[in-house]
């Protein structure tokens, strides 16, 4: 089932097919069998199925999925290591799926791989084939996966009512499991060649976050905003080519991406499972860019965590400078920045660079001083290739999350005063006549 005109490479015929990313199903009890008996069915069918409509080498596993492995097994390795080698991510949805911070990791951890060769190249890489498990609700999916396409109509109505584990377990709808099956496999090979998913450095699993927001918590919110020239604002001296006609284009990365860098910011953080507006500073008044930008889940505006995005060749400019000076003095505790800092752009070295890193620390000092207090300190003092910037922005938004979540006050809804009662204290009961009180008398 090779696409036509694309060969594959070596590497993508070393590559195992897929990855099965399912909730593990805790034991009740001390007795009983495997909870995940039926998952391991399901994975074995998909990779005879797989051999069968490939010409996959015999010692080149069709798939990976995750069996039992304990923490003494180096788990977390091999774990890192599939996920950046398998070529498509099958996701086995369920209510319990959802809920799993170890299936969020795993979803972040490959989407982010699209997410790189769609900055290298401009190329749309869509390899997450979702499977159903169980019935979902689809209106309850994290914000993070409602733009993959869940429609499972080819399958039939009774896997989209009980999914594949209610067809596996009921022996009359043996046959219909068994064409789900073969309708599934058919579709791994078919993204998995055409898409063409390359392999990737293995992420450290143990610090991956999840693409999951944790159970119970309402939808999450974040700003960003770009501090930036466009081509038009440039000194004359700057090399135009990270630059556009919107700070929202500039491309600092640009020998290594063909994308804005905002964009690729905006699809990180969203696949965090926040829902994330983006302005630019030049655009938007000091209180926006202090995170307080976009409608609220009321319709209106309300305090949000942000990050600040800035170019230090913005501050070139003495009324910008001006403004990210007031800024700085205003910002909120749950207001970060990113510096990037391409190590590849002779420009930002030199006497010229340290003197636009000597302005950048007298134009926003409170801010970098926050930011050097954390753990992702390279945010501020300068991120130098896109994938450093990959790695850092994740913890960069956990921490204005915590930030806000700490600080933030908290608005009550709109309505009347509603008085609440007074509490009152212990009320004594009468004495019958003829007993003394506390007092000795009668």
């Known amino acids: 089932m090779n696409v036509p005109g694309r060969e594959p490479s070596r590497a993508s015929r070393d590559q195992p ?4 990313s399912y909730a593990h199903t805790p034991r009740v009890g001390n ?12 994975y074995q069918d998909l990779c005879s199925t797989i051999m069968q409509l490939t010409d996959l080498p015999a010692d080149v596993p069709a798939g990976f999925m995750d069996r039992e492995m304990s923490s003494g097994d180096g788990w977390p390795h091999v774990l890192g290591e599939n996920l950046a080698r398998c070529r498509v991510f099958v996701p086995l949805l369920s209510r319990r799926y959802f809920a799993s911070e170890m299936c969020g990791r795993e979803w972040y951890a490959f989407n982010e791989r699209q997410l790189q060769v769609q900055a290298v190249d401009g190329r749309e890489a869509s390899a997450i084939v979702p499977a159903l498990w169980t019935g979902i609700d689809h209106t309850q999916l994290p914000d993070s996966v409602r733009h993959i396409h ?19 377990k009921l022996k009359r709808l043996r046959d219909e499991y068994e064409e789900t099956v073969h309708t599934l496999a058919q579709r791994i090979v078919e993204v ?5 998913l390359p392999p990737s450095r293995p992420r450290d699993y143990e610090h991956t976050p999840s693409a999951f927001r944790p159970r119970g918590e309402g939808p999450r919110r974040i700003h960003l905003t770009v501090a930036a020239p466009t081509r038009h604002t440039l000194p004359e001296s700057r090399d135009p080519g990270p630059y556009g006609d919107d700070a929202q284009d500039w491309n600092p990365y640009h020998s290594e991406s063909t994308r804005p860098l905002p964009a690729i910011a905006q699809e990180l953080i969203r696949s965090l499972d926040y829902r994330i507006s983006v302005s630019s500073f030049d655009d938007e008044d000091t209180d926006t860019t202090q995170g307080e930008a976009g409608p609220g889940p009321d319709g209106k505006a309300g305090v949000r965590p942000g990050i600040l995005l800035v170019d230090r060749w913005a501050l070139t400019d003495d009324e ?4 990210l000076r007031d800024f700085d003095r205003a910002s909120r ?15 930002c070295h030199g006497e010229q660079g340290r003197q636009l890193t000597a302005t950048l620390e007298d134009t926003l000092p409170h801010i970098l001083e926050r930011g050097r ?10 991120v130098p290739t896109l994938k450093a910037f990959t790695d850092v922005l994740p913890a960069v938004v956990a ?24 509490l009152m204290g212990p009320v004594q009961p009468p004495y019958p006549a003829g007993e003394p009180d506390d007092e000795g008398e009668a």
């Open 17 to 20: 097919y897929f990855f099965l």
């Open 31 to 42: 007795g009983g069998g495997d909870p995940d008996h039926w998952v391991c069915v399901l």
């Open 150 to 168: 869940l429609d499972h109509s080819s399958f039939g109505d009774r896997y989209a009512t009980n999914g594949i584990y209610g067809l596996i």
């Open 192 to 196: 998995a060649e055409q898409t063409a």
């Open 320 to 323: 910008r400078r001006r403004r």
């Open 333 to 347: 505790p749950w207001i970060s920045a990113v510096v990037p800092w391409n190590r590849a752009d002779l420009q």
């Open 373 to 382: 207090r954390t753990d992702c300190r390279i945010a501020v003092n300068g």
């Open 399 to 422: 921490h204005s999350t915590r930030q806000y979540l700490k600080h933030a006050e908290a608005h009550p809804p709109p309505g009347p005063h509603v008085p609440r009662p007074r």
